[in-house]
Antibody, heavy 121, light 107 residues
Framework: QVQLVESGGGLVKPGGSLRLSCAAS????????MSWIRQAPGKGLEWVSY????????YYADSVKGRFTISRDNAQNSVYLQMSSLRAEDTAVYYC??????????????WGQGTLVTVSS | DIQMTQAPSSLSASVGDRVTITCRAS??????LNWYQQKPGKAPKLLIY???SLQSGVPSRFSGSGSGTDFTLTISSLQPEDFATYYC?????????FGQGTNVEIK
């Protein structure tokens, strides 16, 4: 079955770095664009970043631009989020999601189970 | 950025009730609107895509409608497993944005 499994979350001090991974299985990973979406404790969903199938097209939310880097390895069926200069407001559960396309439309499905990043001294 | 506004932010309802959640976009987005359900401690799950298309495996009591700026998610007869938070999301432009969520609670 289609599955996304995130890893790499944890406790990090402000200004520190962390690398999240998302391992995909059950589908042809290289055929799909991917995104990271986060959710601060008790808050709503915030889109963070997007990467195209080849990695040539990348977008970031303004809140993370210049600090986070998305990448993918199609041979390893994985997408990554390198996070640096972390701030308290980056504390959140980070989800990776596959972008499913239908014609000119698209949506996030499925989502991984999430990995918690806590930025605190 | 396109702002998505849901109403209400929370509601209390009983099993069997008909529930309606609205989502308004700050500019026209055609049918580029998706709905997700999230239960506590779990990842969001896709319910409706392209405003009104039911995701495979989602019960038919869920339906979506609307286009342009105004959209609706309806649960025709609320079941115990439907108590959750619901989010709308626009896929018209980047950055993708979500509504703030509607928490459906047991009355």
């Amino acid at each position: 079955q289609v599955q996304l499994v995130e890893s790499g979350g944890g406790l990090v001090k402000p200004g520190g770095s962390l690398r999240l991974s998302c391992a995909a299985s059950g589908f042809t990973f290289s055929d799909y664009d991917m995104s990271w979406i986060r959710q601060a404790p008790g808050k709503g969903l915030e889109w963070v970043s997007y990467i195209s199938t080849t990695g040539r097209t990348i977008y970031y939310a303004d809140s993370v631009k210049g600090r986070f880097t998305i990448s993918r390895d199609n041979a390893q069926n994985s997408v990554y989020l390198q996070m640096s200069s972390l701030r308290a407001e980056d504390t959140a559960v980070y989800y990776c999601a596959r972008i499913t396309v239908g014609g000119q439309y698209n949506w996030f499905d499925p989502w991984g189970q999430g990995t918690l990043v806590t930025v605190s001294s | 950025d396109i702002q998505m506004t849901q109403a209400p932010s929370s509601l209390s309802a009983s099993v069997g009730d008909r529930v309606t959640i609205t989502c308004r976009a700050s500019q026209t987005i055609g049918s580029y609107l998706n709905w997700y359900q999230q239960k506590p401690g779990k990842a969001p799950k896709l319910l409706i895509y392209v405003a009104s298309s039911l995701q495979s495996g989602v019960p038919s009591r869920f339906s979506g409608s609307g286009s342009g700026t105004d959209f609706t998610l309806t649960i025709s007869s609320l079941q115990p497993e439907d108590f959750a938070t619901y989010y709308c999301q626009q896929s018209y432009s980047t950055p993708r944005t979500f509504g703030q969520g509607t928490n459906v609670e047991i009355k």
